[in-house]
């Protein structure tokens, strides 16, 4: 059996010690310099009696802290769990006493939240003193990250991520997308989000550079785009509008760039087109904490031909569509997307029904229900359609909010829209769209209506468009569509 060596930082930082790996806060370091970190975190961390499986949580803006913290972990065998800056005090209260870390670090700006979470809670300074001794201690099956999943209801889960998922996604993410010890990525989305994983810890392995933003700056990323010659772009698709509508994007220079890959929902067609009119090339990413979190790779000639399709599966995982009898769905046919592979979680902490909700277990084989509904062609190609709870029956017939949104997405004056079902008399259920204009734009609900009759069946029109200033959004930039309908429905 393949064995693979989770403390992969080690090894780089003795073959290109002086090889600059992340940007923080206006310099370089080196793999050298950010393997002393994290030996340093965990020689603070065996000072303060963490052992295998404690949690150490960290509550901050993106932060170097990180990365020390993440390679840390194999030293001691603990478990990173990063939590959510944008909840309320009372929802990291009760994360808090869910996840029960053994110690919590925070960052600037955060001090009074972590005290009051933990009164012994440290600053991320403190993660600086003498380095641990000793070699790595863990399995690939051994936990490295608890990750909250990103529900909209009730408190989240933690999935628990082993090394073995993490190694894997950093080998077939850098072998199917391409990348080189050349590339370089701003780490901009939450590092408390799985979308850590999208592209810093495969670079990181390969031995490429990560530029780590502290928060969101349109105008500092389209800077570093230039100066730093950033040659990945990976962001959710209101982060890349908002760069789009930057005074500084029509005279940013992208000739770095090889590609950008849009992640956490469908990126709308006008802004896809606003990148490719500056030669950017756009593929659509999909991934998902409890597998993660490069689920599918696509060549960019292909992915630019079929600009709503996601591709096809990574190399060592496989997915298989469900439909709603349990049988297998065919060419065209929408099922719920099922995965298996090495890159699938252990389990939810402390979870197990919530467990066996999403795991199948066959024999030797473990499934992992996505939740996501999803539909394949005669290529292979895979096309997300929406959440299986997001679907909605209108008189019988079955509709799919993103094809709805990604339709209203085609009327210039509209910004943002999200489309719900909603319970009706008549039809069992309608659609209600909700509307975010550019500012400046104008248009109503009958123009909308003529847009969307002109390119869907009847049965998919909204019954009605509610207009707002903005949506309601995660900490990762997800709709919270079921806060809308708590406000509405």
Not at 211 to 225: A, C, G, K, S, T
Not at 260 to 274: D, F, M
Not at 401 to 411: F, G, I
């Amino acid at each position: 059996m393949l064995e693979l060596n989770p403390d992969w930082l080690g090894r780089l930082a003795q073959y290109h010690p002086y090889r600059k790996a992340v940007f923080f806060r206006g310099q370089w370091y080196t793999y050298q310099g950010l393997y002393e970190r994290a030996r340093q975190a965990a020689g603070v961390l065996q000072a303060l009696g963490v052992g295998r499986q404690d949690r150490v949580g960290i509550l901050a803006n993106n932060h170097l802290a990180f990365l020390a913290l993440y390679f840390s972990t194999p030293f001691l065998g603990h478990i990173l769990t990063p939590f959510n800056i944008r909840l309320s005090l009372e929802e990291l209260r009760a994360l808090h006493a869910y996840t029960r870390p053994r110690v919590l670090f925070y960052g600037e700006g955060f001090e009074t939240t972590a005290k009051a979470l933990d009164r012994g809670a440290l600053p991320l300074g403190a993660l600086e003193g003498p380095p641990a001794v000793g070699e790595a201690k863990v399995g690939l099956e051994d936990p490295a990250l608890l990750l909250f999943t990103g529900g909209t209801t009730g408190l989240p889960k933690g999935a628990l991520i082993p090394y073995r998922q993490l190694l894997v996604n950093a080998i077939q993410t850098v072998m199917a997308w391409g990348l080189t010890r050349e590339d370089r990525y701003i780490q901009a989305t939450p590092m408390f989000h799985a979308a850590l994983n999208v592209l810093t810890t495969p670079l990181l392995y390969l031995g490429g550079g990560v530029l780590i933003q502290e928060r969101f700056d349109p105008e500092e990323y389209l800077n570093w785009v230039e100066t730093q010659r950033v040659s990945l772009l990976f962001l959710v698709p209101t982060m890349f509008q908002t760069l789009s509508e930057h005074p500084r994007f029509a005279a940013t220079s992208f000739s770095s760039v090889r590609f950008a890959i849009s992640g956490g929902a469908p990126c709308p067609a006008p802004v896809r087109e606003a990148f490719r009119r500056r030669g950017v090339g756009f593929k659509q990413g999909y991934g998902l904490t409890e597998c993660g979190v490069n689920c599918f790779t696509f060549e960019l000639d292909e992915a630019e031909a079929y600009p709503e399709s996601v591709g096809r599966p990574m190399p060592h995982l496989e997915a298989r569509l469900v439909k709603e009898d349990g049988q297998p769905a065919g060419p065209g046919e929408a099922g719920e997307l099922w995965f298996k592979g090495p890159v699938v979680m252990l389990e939810y902490f402390e979870r197990p029904e919530e467990t066996a909700k999403v795991v199948v277990e066959e024999g030797k084989e473990r499934w992992l229900k996505t939740g996501d509904l999803a539909l394949k062609d005669e290529a292979g190609r895979f096309y997300i359609v929406g959440r299986k709870k997001e679907m909605y029956i209108s008189g019988g017939e079955n509709v799919f909010p993103v094809e709805v949104e990604r339709a209203l997405y085609e009327h210039p004056a509209v910004l943002e829209c999200a489309v719900l079902g909603m319970p009706d008399p008549k039809w069992g259920e309608v659609g209600w769209a909700f509307v975010v204009l550019r500012p400046g734009a104008r248009t109503d609900e009958e123009e909308l209506r003529t847009l969307l009759k002109s390119r869907l069946a009847g049965y998919k029109i909204p019954k009605r468009f509610i207009f707002l200033d903005e949506l309601p959004k995660s900490g990762p930039g997800k709709v919270l569509k079921e806060e809308l309908r708590r406000r509405y429905g």
